[in-house]
Structures are given as structure tokens and as C-alpha cells.
T-cell receptor
């Protein structure tokens, strides 16, 4: 079962930052936080992952609280193409399954 | 940029028939996965494969399912006797380390 809790849906104005929260209060010490997104019925797309430090790449930033019980994915300048379902997933070892929950349906509004 | 590819993009079959879904993972990846997504539902893990053997499988992955890496490049999912409820998108994924990369999926329709 999914070990994360996310809001069902969110809206964001085009050009503004989209902040997507995730709660993972039962996360274990060796578990990483991953974010993926799925546009329509396409394959899930990797966005970012982290263990305890904040991470940034060309797509997004990941802010993990000090106690690691929650995190926020930040899309700094949302575009219409960022409209998708965003999944927050925690996982320990590579090879273990990803549990996809229901995610957050982000709608970027013109 | 390397990517996971899957064939066919859409497969239609009759109930009870065998189907083989094919995937070409990214070439230097070591871990391989299959997931499925029934229309309107969550993405569900089926199986992971490493070092030529199954490393983890879900309850969905029963005796009707099997996976194989027949050569150095392909990774296949076989469903021996398809059921109506097997209709879904099937996604293959591969990883070298922590980042899993997903293919575009095969839409399986069982009639």
C-alpha cells in the first residue's frame, strides 16, 4: 500500500510556482522520496528524488523537512504542459516495487 | 537520450489467448520492471527482475504471468491465458540505480 498522502487535486496559474505537498510520516531511514508524473495515459516520468537533503534539477526542486515526514515538490514556473498527475513515492532498495497512490492531479490554468 | 521502448503499442486479443508484451530497456540498466494500469485506476506493480531472476512480485503476478530476458536487450511479459480483467496499459521500466525510467506502454485489450 502507498505510504504517502497527497491532496487529490490542485490548480496553479501558468508562470507561477506550483508547490505540491506530500506526507510520508512512516518513512524509514533508508527510504528515499521520489516524484513522478503521468500525463494522460503515458508512462510515468521521473522528476526528482532525495533522501534528506533538498535537491534541484532542471525540472523541479524537492524540499524535505528535517524530520523527513513530509516533502514538497516545487515546479518553479508552471506551464500548461505541466498539467499531469504527480506521484510522491517512498522506496528503500532499488528493485523494490514503487507503490503508486492516487497522486495529485495538477491543472495549470492559463 | 536513451529511452525504454515497448511493442506493440496496442494489442487486441481474444480471451484465453496467450500474449507476449515486449520491452527494450535502456542498454546499461540492470533492473527491470513491469507495471500495469487498468483504465482510470492506479499504476500497479507486477514484477521486478534483476540478475536474470525475479526479485519481487505482487499478488497480481500469478501463475498466468511470466517474464523473460531472452537475450541481452529484450525483456518480455507473457500472459498465458488472457482474461477480460487483464485489459490494461502495461508499462515496462528499467533502472541502473535509483531512477526508474518507464516506457510508453502497451495497451492490451482482451475481448
Amino acid at each position: 500500500d502507498a505510504k504517502t498522502t497527497q491532496p487529490t487535486s490542485m490548480d496553479c496559474a501558468e508562470g507561477r510556482a506550483a508547490n505540491l505537498p506530500c506526507n510520508h510520516s512512516t518513512i524509514s531511514g533508508n527510504e528515499y522520496v521520489y516524484w513522478y508524473r503521468q500525463i494522460h495515459s503515458q508512462g510515468p516520468q521521473y522528476i526528482i528524488h532525495g533522501l534528506k537533503n533538498n535537491e534541484t534539477n532542471e525540472m523541479a526542486s524537492l524540499i524535505i523537512t528535517e524530520d523527513r515526514k513530509s516533502s514538497t515538490l516545487i515546479l518553479p514556473h508552471a506551464t500548461l504542459r505541466d498539467t499531469a498527475v504527480y506521484y510522491c513515492i517512498v522506496r528503500g532498495n532499488t528493485g523494490n516495487q514503487f507503490y503508486f497512490g492516487t497522486g495529485t492531479s495538477l491543472t495549470v490554468i492559463p | 537520450e536513451p529511452e525504454v521502448t515497448q511493442t506493440p503499442s496496442h494489442q487486441v486479443t481474444q480471451m484465453g489467448q496467450e500474449v507476449i508484451l515486449r520491452c527494450v530497456p535502456i542498454s546499461n540498466h540492470l533492473y527491470f520492471y513491469w507495471y500495469r494500469q487498468i483504465l482510470g485506476q492506479k499504476v500497479e506493480f507486477l514484477v521486478s527482475f534483476y540478475n536474470n531472476e525475479i526479485s519481487e512480485k505482487s499478488e497480481i503476478f500469478d501463475d498466468q504471468f511470466s517474464v523473460e530476458r531472452p537475450d541481452g536487450s529484450n525483456f518480455t511479459l507473457k500472459i498465458r491465458s488472457t482474461k477480460l480483467e487483464d485489459s490494461a496499459m502495461y508499462f515496462c521500466a528499467s533502472s541502473l540505480d535509483r531512477m526508474e525510467f518507464f516506457g510508453p506502454g502497451t495497451r492490451l485489450t482482451v475481448l
